[in-house]
């Protein structure tokens, strides 16, 4: 089993539309976790972290399942420029140590 | 404030001979990452530097590449010899302030794209 595993996708949706996606964690042990986004032929960036109670960052909310390790990003009216490629990031036992999934591509179509 | 700086951005090479990738993080993070990432994947960490100490270079194919960090600021990734499956882009990124108080934000170069022919 992966350490993170991520469904690739794509996900095609229409503008306007909610999509939702997750990406569950094998380490029941990991404390910090984390969306970034990553446009094509760019470099990642933070999306947002997420917490244990769940957050909200505008259209998008993050939330934490730690009895079941996943975490799941849900996109509100989803615009056009949020086409990109969505990597789920968990920490391992230190806090300075990184696992990355291999993300989910999202298309928005209008 | 200047971002994370790699070179180069493209690089073009046939297997068996080596290149080399250069980074410098932001001023004042501690941390540096070099990160593959082939094409369709996620990044995937080569090493990672705490200062100019290694944290953690478990998947560094260490009869190929090498990796240095001195003086603690910016660093160089080696690979000799090359091979075709080292094509792929090498993200170079940057994390903690001196402050200590980490966020989990990597901030990203650009990042160096390699192929081998």
């Known amino acids: 089993r992966k350490e993170v595993e991520q469904d690739p996708g794509p996900f095609n949706v229409p503008e306007g539309a909610t999509v939702a996606f997750n990406c569950t964690y094998s380490?029941?042990?990991?404390?910090?976790f984390f969306w970034y986004r990553q446009d094509c032929r760019k470099e990642p960036k933070l999306l947002m972290s997420?917490?244990?109670?769940?957050n909200e960052d505008g259209r998008f909310t993050a939330q934490l399942n730690r009895a079941s390790q996943y975490i799941s990003l849900l996109i509100r009216d989803s615009k056009l420029s949020d086409s990109a490629t969505y990597l789920c990031v968990v920490n391992k036992d230190s806090n300075y140590q990184l696992i990355w999934g291999a993300g989910t591509k999202l298309i928005i179509k209008p | 404030e200047a971002g994370v700086a790699q070179s180069p951005r493209y690089k073009i090479i046939e297997k068996r001979q080596s290149v080399a990738f250069w980074c410098n993080p932001i001023s004042g993070h501690a941390t540096l990452y070099w990160y593959q990432q082939i094409l369709g994947q996620g990044p995937k960490l080569l090493i990672q530097?705490?200062?100019?100490?290694?944290?953690?270079d478990s998947q560094l194919p260490k009869d190929r590449f090498s990796a240095e960090r001195l003086k603690g600021v910016d660093s160089t990734l080696k690979i000799q010899p090359a091979k075709l499956e080292d094509s792929a882009v090498y993200l170079c990124?940057?994390?903690?302030?001196?402050?200590?108080?980490?966020?989990?934000?990597?901030?990203f170069g650009e990042g160096s794209r390699l192929t081998v022919l």
């Open positions: 380490n029941s042990a990991s404390q910090s």
């Open positions: 990124a940057s994390s903690l302030d001196w402050t200590g108080r980490w966020t989990g934000e990597l901030f």
């Open positions: 997420v917490y244990s109670s769940g």
């Open positions: 530097f705490q200062n100019n100490g290694v944290v953690d």
